[in-house]
């Protein structure tokens, strides 16, 4: 819990200007927003940092644990990227306002993006495989349990951090 409050005043600190200081600080003066992979490393290493504590992992266990961790997430990262790549490849091609798209080029886009999905969900099943070895029955449930949660957290914190960022620009004067 402890870890979790830290992190999360980190990132307000960065991300959101500190009530009472007369306003938001000009765009000078404003820390640097983090952006969204910021944020996962962030959440990412919150995972780590809890990891051992929440599934009890031995000291035996948990170098093996950590380097088929970051692994894992390392794979998930890698995917995304490629996917957020195609994804606006495609949106590019297929533009309303295109009025004569390279079909070719949009069917080559569609393939490579369901390509991608399918090598993806084989190397996340091989990651999650690789940390299975390393834990016991009970331990496997828990990280589950562990990822869910700190995804749920994360979600919450970007969703006040947004509500955050609305509530201060109507007070901004125009």
């Known amino acids: 819990m402890r870890r979790e409050c830290v992190v999360v005043a980190a990132f307000l600190a960065l991300a959101v200007p500190v009530a009472g200081q007369g306003g938001a ?3 000078a003066e404003r820390p640097a927003d983090l952006n969204p992979g910021a944020i996962q490393r ?3 290493a919150m995972l780590v940092a809890d990891a051992q504590q929440a599934l009890e ?8 644990f950590l380097i088929r ?4 997430q390392e794979t998930r990262r890698r995917n995304l990227l490629q996917r957020v790549r195609l994804m606006a490849d495609i949106q590019r091609l297929s533009n309303p306002r295109n009025p004569q798209p390279d079909e070719g080029a ?13 090598r993806s969900a084989a190397e996340l099943r091989r990651a ?4 299975d070895e390393v834990l016991d029955v009970r331990q496997q449930a828990r990280f589950r349990l562990l990822e869910e949660q700190v995804e749920r957290r994360k979600i919450e914190l970007l969703m006040r951090a947004r509500q955050n960022r609305a509530q201060q620009r109507r007070l901004l004067p125009r």
Request: aromatic share 8%; proline share 9%; net charge negative.
């Open 25 to 27: 600080r000009p765009p």
């Open 42 to 44: 962030l959440f990412d």
């Open 106 to 118: 949009l069917q080559q886009q569609l393939t490579a993006l369901q390509e991608l999905e399918s």
């Open 128 to 131: 999650y495989n690789a940390i």
């Open 57 to 64: 992992l031995t000291d035996k266990q948990f170098p093996d």
């Open 69 to 72: 961790l970051r692994a894992l």
